[in-house]
């Protein structure tokens, strides 16, 4: 069981750990419960993601420095001690714990899998399949939230702390296979891991004008995706009251904010469809691109700069949405996000499409 194909195998079930969530529809309900209202979730939520934004590239840099299997290890054990923490939380700052715990564990696992995935396939010389073997990835964990929802529904049925408790037994599967990793070799033992990744990092990315647009433009679609992911449980308890209908709704993957904030509920249904198929075919393309433009010293650090700029977008808006929603409504607060992010990515998308136009001159003058 040491080959390193089974590294696959291993990722999924790091993936399975972070994916199956059992607890998303019922978040509203749940923080109620517990005297949580929309604006301390979104300050909960917003803290979560700084506490990413805080170690999100120094864990990328750990990942690069110490290996990637290191990192994936530290940050399976405190999802899980996250997920303990929030299973045993009933104020505030039980939560806030939980969240803290929570974030520090995804920014160490954020960058390391994806690298790991790469490298792994670089190993078995099948680096080119890359994007196909993400995009499995994210199909597979489209399907862990898919029944994630009505597994969670089940136990929610019975008391609303049930879910959250073996949301903490779900993320211990993480635990023993990221223990059981074995660290790719190829590229990285012929290049060696750089002891200082900062001056790498800035010539790579900062002056790497294609590699800066695409790292900028994939945070921002993550951003959105994130956002949007977020803000689906309140619209869940906004549009729909009954517990059984939002257990039967979490079966469907969907898209679109402002179609969400006010379209009728079954059309808002299919364009959250139409949203996640887009989000699965979007996130392992621009991830190939990146890992495709980066080497293999940095590579875990420049994927953690994405990350860190999907989670600065979502704890600058997520706050305001729920700020939005407290004082209107939830469809005015996805409203309000739709038109943010329609008007950046339109932006990033010009930057992109000018600096390609600027390549291919060069070229011609050449």
Request: proline letters at 3%.
């Amino acid at each position: 069981m040491n080959n390193i194909e089974h590294n696959i195998t291993k990722i999924y079930l790091i993936k399975t750990a972070r994916w199956l969530m059992l607890t998303t529809p019922y978040l509203p309900l749940f923080m109620g419960e517990n005297g949580i209202d929309k604006s301390s979730y979104s300050l909960l939520a917003a803290i979560h993601a700084l506490s990413v934004i805080i170690f999100e590239i120094p864990s990328g840099y750990l990942a690069d420095a110490i290996g990637r299997k290191k990192t994936l290890i530290f940050g399976s054990v405190l999802g899980a001690l996250g997920y303990v923490v929030y299973s045993l939380s009933f104020s505030f700052s039980g939560f806030l714990l939980a969240m803290i715990a929570l974030g520090l564990g995804q920014s160490l696992i954020s960058g390391s899998d994806s690298a790991m995935l790469y490298e792994t396939l670089m190993s078995m010389k099948k680096a080119g399949e890359y994007s196909r073997y993400e995009g499995r990835l994210i199909a597979f964990g489209s399907f862990m939230e898919t029944i994630g929802a009505p597994l969670g529904g089940l136990l929610a049925a019975m008391s609303l702390r049930y879910p959250f408790i073996a949301q903490a037994l779900v993320a211990l599967i993480a635990v023993p296979a990221a223990l059981t990793l074995v660290e790719p070799h190829g590229e990285i033992a012929a290049q060696g891991r750089s002891s200082n990744l900062l001056p790498a990092l800035k010539k790579s990315l900062l002056l790497d004008r294609k590699l800066l647009s695409l790292v900028c433009y994939s945070a921002l679609i993550g951003g959105a995706t994130y956002t949007m992911a977020k803000s689906i449980p309140y619209w869940y308890n906004e549009t729909v009251q009954s517990l059984g209908f939002m257990a039967t709704i979490g079966l469907v993957v969907s898209l679109g904010f402002i179609g969400l904030g006010y379209a009728p509920t079954y059309l808002a249904i299919a364009l959250l469809f139409l949203f996640y198929c887009f989000r699965g075919l979007a996130t392992p393309i621009l991830k190939n691109y990146i890992n495709d433009h980066t080497g293999s010293d940095i590579r875990a650090t420049v994927l953690s700069v994405r990350m860190f700029l999907v989670y600065v977008i979502f704890a600058a808006l997520f706050p305001l949405m729920g700020w939005v929603g407290d004082t209107s409504s939830w469809g005015h607060a996805l409203m309000l996000a739709g038109v943010i992010f329609a008007f950046f990515t339109t932006i990033a998308v010009l930057a992109l499409y000018l600096g390609q136009k600027r390549r291919e001159d060069d070229i011609c003058d050449s």
